[in-house]
């Protein structure tokens, strides 16, 4: 009669009933097929390596290696036995590398909250600096506005979020990193296209396009300070329109807007950019994160964003 084969339960590794070194020790043997090799290359005794084996088949009540005089040869059983477990560990060695590597922050993921354009400027060049030092890190990026992505960061469902302008958040970390110069976007008809230097008190009868959203209120608040600075009263048009669609009204003659230099790489048909002669001040961008977030992901792009800034003198 065929006798019943026997089930070898996985819990008995967990528990303790099967040392973890035993099974290495398996392998070892079964690559080898000489007890002396194996346990030369594990750089232990012979007898070490026989017990625990013989110990491991008593606990299995299986056979796994038949003795002879010149090495062992695998059974049945035993070639079985052996490319699961040789699987096994293959699967916890990748483990254990998995983890140390999310642990150094070479591996895992990175969630960034933004809403300045990253096509060029100081954040694109972070991003793909970052990139070719941590290959394996899956960025994920998500655009909003500046109290949307801060509450994120709060909520941990983001890393860190770059924000224009002033950060009114107490309870997170901040640090401004770079700084761009105020540039104005004019339709490409525009009469003041043509001019070497634009000023402010050229702009101050324009009707000004402002976003709600993203940078849209300190672009608001600039304006009207701006203009009232030259006894004049501000005309300004506000959106709840994505950035791109924002200069899509300018290109259709509805006002002119503010942004900063990086926005000046991307192209926008029937948008012309131009700087503001007597304009003091730049568009300043800060990083924003929570003191309580580990990430080792994270604090790799804030070390790589620190050295940037300090090194390009941004701000």
Excluded at 123 to 142: C, F, G, K, N, T
Aim: with cysteine; aromatic share 6%; glycine share 6%.
């Amino acid at each position: 009669m065929r006798r019943a084969r026997r089930k070898i339960e996985p819990v008995r590794v967990a528990s303790g009933q099967i040392p973890l070194i035993a099974l290495v020790q398996t392998l070892a043997v079964a690559e080898h097929l000489n007890f002396r090799h194996a346990a030369n290359v594990l750089g232990v005794t012979q007898s070490c390596v026989s017990t625990r084996i013989k110990a491991l088949e008593e606990t299995l009540g299986i056979l796994l290696f038949e003795r002879r005089h010149r090495g062992v040869r695998l059974t049945e059983a035993g070639r079985h036995f052996v490319a699961e477990v040789s699987a096994g560990i293959a699967q916890i060695d990748h483990a254990v590398r998995t983890a140390g590597a999310m642990l150094d922050g070479t591996k895992g993921s990175l969630a960034i909250g933004l809403h300045s354009p990253i096509a060029a400027g100081f954040l694109a060049d972070l991003r793909r600096r970052y990139r070719v030092s941590y290959p394996l890190i899956e960025q994920s990026v998500l655009e909003g506005r500046s109290s949307e992505t801060i509450a994120l960061v709060r909520e941990g469902r983001l890393d860190l979020a770059f924000i224009a302008g002033a950060v009114n958040a107490p309870d997170c970390h901040s640090r401004l990193l770079w700084c761009e110069p105020i540039v104005v976007a004019l339709p490409a008809d525009h009469r003041l296209v043509q001019r070497e230097a634009i000023t402010w008190l050229d702009l101050a009868g324009e009707t000004f396009l402002v976003r709600h959203g993203g940078t849209g209120p300190q672009v608001f608040e600039h304006v009207v300070r701006r203009v009232s600075e030259r006894e004049r009263s501000p005309r300004i048009h506000r959106y709840d329109v994505a950035r791109d669609t924002l200069l899509g009204l300018v290109a259709a003659g509805d006002g002119i807007t503010l942004t900063s230099e990086a926005t000046t790489y991307m192209p926008f048909p029937g948008v012309v950019f131009r700087s503001i002669s007597d304009e003091s001040e730049s568009a300043r961008f800060s990083a924003v994160w929570s003191p309580y977030n580990r990430n080792p992901a994270l604090l790799n792009l804030l070390e790589l964003a620190f050295e940037m800034s300090q090194s390009a003198r941004l701000i």
